[in-house]
């Protein structure tokens, strides 16, 4: 089982930045991509930003030359650095990572999701 865990979620000023930090555990034998989706009241849930293994990255149009999806060093974790913010950013945002578990079968895994809010 492969547990994923959000952080850094809050409340930003129209114009300000958060990090979000993904941290994923468990029967992990290799990770094959992580990302970040959000979802607001009312709307669906849409890709924000996703990152394979092998560093290729996707944004979400709404979110580009504003947000960047970055692995780090510990592979089992994925930041989403969020500059200028804006109210139509506000969602509940969540974590998915897919890979293999330790019996080789393939995981799909979503965290709970951290709520960001963007308002004066």
């Known amino acids: 089982q492969v547990q994923v865990e959000e952080s850094g979620g809050g409340l930003v000023q129209p114009g300000g930045s958060l990090t979000l930090v993904c941290e994923a555990s468990?029967?992990?034998?290799?990770?094959?991509?992580m990302g970040w989706y959000r979802q607001a009241p009312g709307k669906e849930r849409e890709l924000v930003a996703r990152?394979?293994?092998?560093?290729?990255?996707d944004y979400g149009d709404s979110v580009k030359g504003r947000f960047t999806i970055d692995r780090g060093d510990a592979k089992n974790t994925v930041y989403l650095q969020m500059r200028n913010l804006k109210p139509e950013d506000t969602a509940v945002y969540y974590c998915?990572?897919?890979?293999?578990?330790?019996?080789?079968?393939?995981?799909?895994?979503w965290g709970q999701g951290t709520q960001v809010t963007v308002t004066v």
């Open positions: 998915n990572v897919m890979g293999y578990d330790l019996t080789r079968s393939i995981y799909d895994s």
């Open positions: 468990g029967s992990i034998f290799n990770i094959v991509g």
């Open positions: 990152i394979t293994s092998g560093g290729s990255t």
